[in-house]
């Protein structure tokens, strides 16, 4: 009996090594299958984009045997017909990007700043008014939003575009918002309203540089919200002039001779802000993700 | 007057983050800074929510659009393509995220390194992203696709969106690509919040990595992934850029759904009000999903 647990021990002691070898190996391979899982479409992009005609779809290929960078000088110098107004279309992106995440911020931090803060209602009651927006799916609502933009008359306006987008990204940022808020002891609040803080005050200098990471995530959901659009910039937008660059992009795809090459390119540099936006506030993101992480 | 607030809670000021008082009264400039933060949200509210959608539904409220839109075979289609993709592409994503988010805890550096790749799609936006699924599938066999199952295993790919479920089934696949990792990241959140003595705890009572799973990791975590469910089943009822930019809708729209299809009657066939129905007649399914996510968060303090 007394010889017995070292005897087991040495006997297990292999098998947990080789139990840790397994896991570890199989932690290798899932992640090789989660990098080309989320690098193919990604390098289908560069493959295509670097193709000399944009039609090596057709050949097979799956390495670009005359890689060039002509797709992408010409979208440099606007050299081609099919790209002649790529750097206005991609100013329209940026504008509306824009403005669809400051005002998401703006909207978002005041509202929860009057509920979550100030107790002007109930948590509840703003989540849930804002979460009316989701009852019609918002391909639905982009028909009668149109009637309603010409109403406004602001149709083939970039603001209609704003509006819709600021409209679909505030419901998830009050929600997000309020339940970080949550996380901040009211005392400061009230200490800093003794002192003799306005309201205005505690809202610019104690309210929102604490929530400063979730503000980073909520605009990074925005201006993502915003660059992933397409239907609303598509009907909302008529003339040349406001045209944004997913509506250029859905151009080739209806053009059956289309340079993809071209549009592959475009589509690179469509990419490159919300993922250079991304990355930067990475570190925000996950803490305003993370932080407020009561799970119950 | 800048004192009231904190004078009017009548002594029991609340300290800690216990229950935080019953509503306190706001008086006096207080009520009037507050109402004014909310105002701008009021007002994108009542602009952009209220009217749009009360003149979206005065736009479905005809009962002969419903038989106009029943006798449409391609409705019925799509009616069911819906299904089966909310079904599957939400459930497979969500059952992805929770076991990808497993394998994100663990601590090791590469590991990490490779969060960073693995996020990469949910920043690309979806219009260039859903081009290039079409474009690796299309072109006659000839995609980047069947040009690697070629070299790799000798096998020819099929025809991708010669059938409609299997087009569907491509639709299905770029949209877990796309939104996976959001959902990943929000429950590797959920998971990182859970305290690690509880798993010291378990495991030191000898339970297995499984029972820690079953146990600890899936009770406190259920609350989060339901509500994530009906987000993302919510917000995927809506999406029409991974069916109208992979398949769009061929062959012949047999792979269509809703929104994709209320597309096609607003835009080709000229008929907004048989389009605002269509979309209308999911309200069944999203009405209850809604509810039931108002119901969530308010009982329940959950992350997002």
Not at chain 1, 157 to 173: D, G, K, L, R, S
Not at chain 2, 247 to 265: D, E, I, K, Q
């Amino acid at each position: 009996m007394s010889a017995a647990p070292p005897l087991k021990r040495r006997a297990r002691r292999p098998n947990y090594r080789l139990r840790r070898v397994l896991v570890e190996a199989a932690s290798a391979a899932l992640g090789a299958v989660v990098v080309v899982w989320s690098l193919i479409p990604v390098y289908n992009m560069f493959l295509v984009a670097l193709d000399p005609t944009g039609h090596n779809e057709f050949t097979g290929e799956i390495w670009p045997l005359h890689p060039t960078l002509d797709s992408f000088v010409a979208l440099w110098t606007e050299g081609a017909d099919d790209v002649e107004h790529i750097w206005s279309q991609f100013g329209n992106s940026i504008y509306i990007g824009i403005m669809v995440m400051a005002l998401t911020v703006v909207i978002g931090s005041l509202a929860s700043f009057a509920v979550g803060r100030m107790r002007l209602a109930q948590d509840w009651a703003l989540t849930n008014t804002a979460l009316v927006t989701y009852v019609i799916p918002s391909s639905t609502l982009i028909i009668p939003f149109f009637r309603v933009m010409h109403i406004y008359r602001l149709l083939d306006n970039p603001w209609a575009v704003i509006a819709a987008e600021v409209t679909f990204a505030t419901p998830y940022a009050i929600l997000v918002l309020l339940q970080y808020a949550k996380l901040i002891p009211v005392e400061l609040d009230e200490a800093a309203r003794i002192d003799g803080a306005s309201v205005a005050q505690v809202y610019l200098r104690i309210y929102l540089p604490l929530i400063a990471p979730a503000l980073a995530a909520v605009g990074s959901f925005a201006i993502l919200l915003s660059w992933n659009d397409y239907f609303y910039q598509y009907m909302l937008l008529m003339s040349e002039k406001h045209t944004t660059v997913a509506v250029a992009l859905e151009q080739f795809f209806d053009d059956d001779d289309a340079p993809w090459n071209y549009m592959m390119a475009i589509a690179i540099v469509y990419s490159l802000p919300p993922i250079a936006i991304f990355y930067a506030l990475r570190r925000y993101i996950a803490a305003g993700l993370t932080k407020g992480g009561v799970t119950g | 007057m800048s004192g009231t607030q904190v004078v009017a809670t009548g002594g029991a000021v609340p300290f800690g983050r216990g229950r935080p008082s019953k509503r306190r009264r706001l008086y006096g400039s207080d009520f009037i800074w507050s109402i004014a933060f909310l105002v701008p949200y009021a007002a994108v509210f009542a602009a952009f929510v209220i009217y749009p959608i009360g003149y979206g539904l005065w736009m479905g409220s005809n009962p002969s659009l419903y038989a106009e839109l029943f006798a449409d075979p391609r409705y019925t289609t799509a009616a069911i393509n819906t299904l089966l993709f909310l079904a599957l592409a939400v459930n497979a994503q969500m059952l992805g995220a929770l076991l990808l988010s497993g394998f994100f805890m663990r601590p090791r550096r590469w590991i990490k390194a490779l969060l960073v790749i693995y996020i990469l799609p949910w920043a690309l936006p979806a219009v260039p992203a859903f081009l290039s699924f079409h474009w690796m599938l299309v072109a006659d066999r000839q995609g980047l696709l069947d040009g690697l199952l070629s070299v790799l295993f000798g096998v020819e790919g099929p025809d991708w969106f010669a059938q409609g479920w299997l087009a569907l089934a491509c639709d299905i696949v770029s949209y877990i690509w796309k939104w996976m990792p959001l959902w990943t990241l929000i429950l590797l959140g959920g998971r990182m919040a859970i305290p690690p003595d509880l798993y010291e705890a378990a495991e030191m009572d000898g339970a297995s990595p499984y029972r820690r799973f079953v146990h600890v990791t899936v009770p406190l975590l259920a609350n989060l992934y339901l509500i994530s469910t009906v987000i993302s089943t919510i917000w995927a009822f809506g999406d029409y850029a991974p069916v109208l930019f992979v398949s769009g809708g061929a062959p012949a729209f047999s792979s269509n759904v809703l929104s994709t299809l209320g597309f096609r009657y607003a835009l080709d066939f000229a008929d907004p009000q048989l389009a605002v129905a269509a979309g209308l007649s999911g309200l069944p399914l999203l009405i209850p999903l809604v509810v039931l996510l108002m119901r969530r968060l308010s009982t329940a303090e959950v992350q997002l």
